[in-house]
Structure formats: C-alpha cells, structure tokens
C-alpha cells in the first residue's frame, strides 16, 4: 500500500485531476473565482496597455511590484478570449515544475506526504488558488526555498524573483540570510537580481513608479477578510450600527468603515514591520546559539510568512496559499531528520484553506452588505486557526532559540540524510 501512495504515477495523476478540477472551479463555478484574471489583470495589459494608454508599474503607479506584469503579459500570448485558460496553463506549468522537485526530494527521504498535502491544500483552497497574482508567487517561492539550502545564490535569485513579483517573499530572503551560513551567496543573489530589475525598469522610464507599490498599499483600508479586521465585522453583523462594509472604488476591493477602523489600518503596517523584526531577532538569537539551519528555518519562515498575513490590514483570502511555502518546505526538512515535526502547520493549515473556501468565492457576497452571521462565523474561524498556528510557530522559535547548541549538549549530527548540512 505504501509503495502504491508512493507511485510518481499516482501522484502525477493526482497533480493533474487536482489543478484540472481547479481550473473547471476558476471557469466555471458561481462567484467568478478568477473574476481578478479576466477582469482586472486582462484590462491592464489587453485593454490599456495593448491600446497604448500606458504601462502600469512604468508609465503609472501600481499595486504590484514590477515583475507581476510579466505572468499578465504571458497569458495573453493566445489572444484575449483565452487569456483566462493561459493563466490557469501557466500557473499549472509553474506548480508542475515545483511538485517535480518535491518529488524528487521524497524520494530522496523514502517519503510521499509532502507532494500529496500539497495537492490537498490546493483542493481545500479551491480556485483562488490558481486565479491571482500569488498562485505564481508561490511556486517561485517554493522552489526558492527548496533549493536555498543546497544553491543559495539561485535559491536567493528565485525568491528576490517572487519578492518583486509580489512583495512577501522579501521576508523569506531575510530568513535565509540570517540562518545560512552561506548567506553571502544568498545575497548576491538578491542584489543582482534586485539591480537587473531597477536597470531594466529604469531604463524603460518607470521612474519612482517602480517603487509606487510599496505607497499604493500604505493608503489602503481595513479589507473584510483580514485577521485584525474580524471584530469590525462581528460589529457589522450584529447590527450596532458602527461598522459597515463599503466597496473601495480605487483599490477594487470591500472595506471596511466604522470606530476605531482608521486607526487600527494606520498602525496596522508598523504592527507588521515590528513583528518582522522581533521574529527575524529570534532567527539570529537561534543561528548565534549554535542551532542549526533545519532547525530555526522552518519555524522562521512559517512565523513570518503568518505574521504578514495577521498584521496585514488586506488580507485577502488568496493570501492562505503562501502557507504552502512553509509547511512543504518544513515537511521536507523533518522528513530529513534536520527539524521538528510538522504535522501540526500541515493539518492546520489544510483547515484554514478549507475555512477559506467555505465563503470564497462562492458565497463571499454574504458578507457584504449586513454579513450573515453563518459565514463571519466561518471567517471568525479561519482568522483563529491562523493565530493559533502563528502561536505554534513563534513558541518552535523560541524554543529552538532558548536551547543551548548541539555541541554543548554532546550530541552527534542529526542524520545521515540531513540535507540541510550537506553541500552547504
């Protein structure tokens, strides 16, 4: 049976149903789940750029860092009626390419259950998690962080590659710079990567527009979904009459108005960044403290990754999926015999893709308006397992930061198999 569950035949197969059942959801299904594809990124590069009124991130300022315009300009390599159908080609091209190395790296460790939780948590999430900008973020990601152990120059080039394709992987460059002892590779890797892109975007007149993303999000309401945003929402639904949800013309997306709101998003950021901060502290206490890289980077970049997604005032449900990136990269590292287990990121993180589905995209519009009280029950949920789980990695942090090094403890190298010590 367990020769069968590890047959690269079955899980091929199971990577193709899985994206193809995905794609039939972002087509399909009620609540137009790639609605963002056809819609708003297809507009900007067929219907304004295309018609020659402007390149945004070059000629205007935009919401995303530069190189997202890349993926938008590839899905429309068949022509705009099937611009929808090449996005979900290309997203399902870039995952198939990361599922290999997953694989590859089971088999390396005698283990299937990364590739196979993987595909769960995509199931679980539904088609928002082929129908953004993030679903090909994460991929360059994932591989980034995959291969930074081993190559950290190529691993700091694809995560500096996903950090200006979106800007969240930026704290997973730092993670690696912290916890590597190779980090130097790890920079040069960033710094050239970061140089071509200014060169290049530069030299094509974009001007301050470059960096235009990171003041286009500074403006930015108290989004519905977003974890710090639940208690305007109970308000909301309860009826007292102080909170109430809006749709924001400019940034196309439903916030949030009420008491205290303005205040929570303006502190909302430097919430963000300070938590950064103390947990990238803990990574350096950990790395100085002799303890090894399998051990801090996981719960690290798991802390990190959640922080961005808690303390962030937009938190759009698209923004589960980075959750792949952690717990894929943790599973693979336990399976090693480098880190700690993570079976717990592993299952909570398939209910928080579930949860995230059981209201988007399908029944999201029941929390407009007056949300219904059965699906800010479901959101309220999501936003706790979230928390939890962040709990669950901070105490890892700083548990593995508190213990003394291996040497002082007498203990010999963890395994034969530890990739995270080997070709370093």
Do not use: C
Not at 104 to 120: E, I, K, N, P, Y
Not at 379 to 385: A, Y
Request: charged letters at 10%.
């Amino acid at each position: 049976m367990l020769a069968i569950v590890r047959s690269p035949i079955l899980l091929w197969a199971g990577f193709v149903v899985a994206h193809l059942w995905l794609g039939m959801l972002a087509l399909y299904a009620p609540g137009q789940p790639i609605g963002d594809v056809t819609t708003v990124y297809k507009f900007w590069i067929v219907d304004y750029a295309f018609e020659g009124y402007g390149w945004v991130g070059i000629d205007t300022v935009w919401v995303y860092p530069i190189l997202a315009i890349v993926p938008m300009i590839a899905a429309a390599a068949l022509g705009p009626d099937l611009y929808a159908s090449t996005w979900l080609s290309l997203v399902m091209l870039a995952n198939a390419i990361v599922f290999a190395v997953i694989l590859t790296m089971g088999r390396r460790f005698g283990v299937s259950h990364a590739g196979w939780w993987w595909l769960g948590f995509l199931v679980a999430l539904g088609p928002v998690a082929l129908g953004r900008i993030d679903s090909i973020t994460v991929p360059l990601a994932l591989l980034g962080m995959l291969l930074v152990v081993t190559r950290p120059m190529l691993g700091g080039v694809l995560l500096t590659i996903a950090a200006w394709t979106k800007a969240w992987p930026a704290a997973l460059v730092a993670a690696a710079i912290i916890t590597l002892r190779d980090r130097g590779r790890v920079v040069v890797g960033a710094a050239a990567t970061t140089a071509i892109v200014l060169v290049v975007t530069l030299a094509l007149g974009a001007g301050a527009n470059v960096f235009s993303f990171i003041t286009q999000q500074t403006g930015r309401g108290l989004q519905i979904e977003s974890v710090i945003a639940t208690p305007w929402m109970w308000d909301a639904t309860l009826g007292a009459g102080h909170s109430r949800v809006y749709y924001d013309t400019a940034i196309l997306t439903f916030q949030l108005r009420g008491d205290g709101v303005q205040g929570v998003a303006a502190v909302a950021t430097p919430l963000l960044a300070l938590a950064a901060l103390l947990l990238l502290a803990l990574g350096v206490l950990a790395t100085r403290r002799g303890r090894t890289t399998g051990e801090v980077l996981p719960p690290l970049v798991l802390a990190l990754t959640l922080a961005m997604i808690i303390f962030n005032k937009v938190g759009s449900p698209q923004f589960a999926t980075w959750l792949a990136v952690p717990i894929v990269f943790g599973l693979l590292t336990a399976a090693s015999g480098a880190g700690r287990s993570f079976r717990v990121p592993a299952v909570f993180g398939v209910g928080i893709a579930a949860l995230t589905q059981s209201f988007y995209p399908y029944l999201y519009h029941e929390l407009l308006g007056v949300p219904k009280l059965a699906m800010v029950v479901m959101l309220t949920g999501r936003n706790l397992l979230y928390v939890v789980l962040f709990v669950w990695a901070v105490v890892a942090l700083i548990a593995v930061a508190r213990r003394p090094s291996a040497n002082a403890l007498g203990d010999v190298d963890v395994s034969a198999l530890d990739w995270m010590h080997a070709r370093r």
